[in-house]
């Protein structure tokens, strides 16, 4: 028995320094990608190749479900991006609030006879109106069935070739588009899907739909979750973005081919990670026809959304996204060392496997092993520590470089935000690390409790301090059936 113990303490050990010495290794890698990216931008000219009615049109598709208190001021950021042609399509879907009346009071939307084809089946569409705006604005009505489906309602109603999936509660930079759809013109004919760079907009101060001052949170949780932000969006996806192996686009900045999206069948309702389950099938689509392809990440194209202020909701939310990841690494299994699958099968979905699936499974176990071990003198005192010693700095190099590659984009007005933020490299694996690694257990382990998507409970992307608005009056709705 101390024997088998030994071992496993050894081999969490040894697994522990692999993963932060894994991250290093693509927190380097993206370095490399960005380089390259930057020297694109300081000579490529993406804004002549984007400023004409030559650019892809894309229609950015908005699930709202009791969205009302920052659902106007995230529509209005979306509405002043600076690009040629695009449309914005509002999914309500069944909100119990005043979402509704809220889009078409402040917007002056009318209801229409607009028919439209189906390619995906959703639940019931009772109405559709549209803004009389420059930038069109249409507004789905529809009977609640959860985000997917109202996702896969609005493509069903998007005009343009491309759709950008979304949240409501997110704020758009005016360049994000410009920014991201530059991949698309440069290559059109492989590119069905772009990725976009998303940052916490707790903290910040939001006017008139525009992030007027970046700012790092006051609250400790948050400010964790920043840094989390930043290491996985500037320190890991350009670099998995650079050997074609992006397993996933994130559900707050997912731009895709539609018709690649309708022929994979829309995303999975009820699943509660569809960002990765839709790239996936995608990705499978794709290899499966035998067809070149390529899902690229655009570290300059940036949302900016609210992250959970507390530690209740932020529990809601990691048991739902690792909920998500093992129905995704069941559904999956096959692409698992498949050269079949190329480079996602080879490199991206082992990483997943490896680092993402098994490793709350084998800290926890570590947490358990490793004192019981050390209680019983089977572990040597000086190479566990060098163990924990290169392990620790591997962390913290990954970190503070990602921090540094951060800081290239510019986003906080003043060095001090920046070093707020560096403060906590040190710090960061200490409480809240372990409280996640129980989450992500207790999603393992299953029950009722984590088997629901569970409410958010946001502040709101106007005010993250201020009271939600009062509802307006209620708004007749007629039904309308789509076109068959």
């Known amino acids: 028995m101390r024997t088998v113990i030994n071992f496993l303490s050894t081999s969490v050990l040894v697994y522990f320094v692999a993963m932060q010495l894994y991250m290093l290794a693509l927190a380097i890698l ?71 009346e809220k889009m078409i009071e402040h917007f002056k939307m009318l209801a229409v006879p607009m028919p439209f084809r189906p390619s995906i089946k959703t639940a019931d569409v009772r109405q559709v109106y549209h803004a009389r705006l420059p930038v069109p604005i249409t507004l789905v009505d529809k009977a609640n069935g959860g985000r997917a489906d109202a996702l896969n309602a609005g493509i069903n109603v998007a005009r343009f070739p491309y759709v950008m999936l979304t949240d409501a509660d997110i704020i758009i930079d005016g360049d994000a588009l410009v920014n991201s759809m530059r991949y698309v013109a440069e290559d059109r004919t492989r590119t069905v899907g772009v990725g976009g760079n998303v940052r916490p907009l707790n903290g910040a101060t939001v006017r008139h739909g525009h992030i007027v001052d970046a700012k790092v949170p006051t609250g400790w949780l948050e400010r964790l979750q920043m ?175 990602a921090l540094f590659l951060d800081e290239r984009f510019g986003y906080f007005n003043k060095p001090l935000e920046a070093l707020t933020l560096l403060s906590l490299v040190f710090v960061e694996n200490m409480g809240l690390r372990q409280q996640t690694v129980w989450w992500r257990i207790r999603a393992i382990a299953g029950g009722n409790s984590t088997k629901q998507w569970g409410d958010m409970q946001r502040k709101g992307v106007a005010n993250l301090g201020g009271k939600p608005s009062q509802p307006a009056a209620p708004v007749p709705v007629k039904p309308v059936q789509p076109e068959t």
């Open 227 to 401: 840094l989390e932000y930043i290491r996985s969006f500037v320190g890991a996806r350009p670099g998995w973005s650079s050997i074609n192996s992006l397993i996933f686009l994130s559900g707050a900045f997912g731009i895709f081919l539609r018709q690649a999206v309708i022929d994979v069948g829309g995303l999975t309702s009820g699943h509660f990670g569809e960002d990765l389950d839709l790239s996936m099938r995608i990705h499978r689509h794709y290899r499966r026809l035998k067809k070149p392809y390529r899902m690229v990440y655009a570290p300059s194209a940036v949302v900016w959304t609210e992250v959970p202020s507390t530690r209740k909701v932020l529990r809601r939310q990691r048991i739902r996204w690792h909920r998500g990841l093992l129905t995704a690494i069941w559904d999956f299994r096959s692409s698992l060392f498949n050269p079949r699958h190329g480079p996602i099968g080879m490199f991206g979905w082992p990483a997943m496997f490896f680092f993402e699936f098994l490793a709350p499974i084998i800290e926890f176990l570590g947490y358990l092993v490793v004192p019981v071990s050390f209680f019983f003198g089977g572990i040597n005192p000086t190479g566990a520590l060098l163990l924990l010693m290169i392990a620790f700095l591997a962390g913290a190099f990954t970190s503070l470089l």
């Open 30 to 100: 993206s370095a490399r990608a960005l380089y390259k990216q930057r020297m694109f931008e300081r000579f490529g000219r993406v804004q002549d190749m984007l400023g004409s009615d030559l650019s892809p049109p894309v229609s950015i598709v908005v699930p709202a479900y009791n969205e009302s208190i920052g659902i106007v001021e995230s529509i209005r950021s979306m509405a002043m991006v600076t690009y040629p042609k695009f449309e914005i399509v509002v999914v309500n879907d069944g909100s119990k609030d005043d979402t509704l």
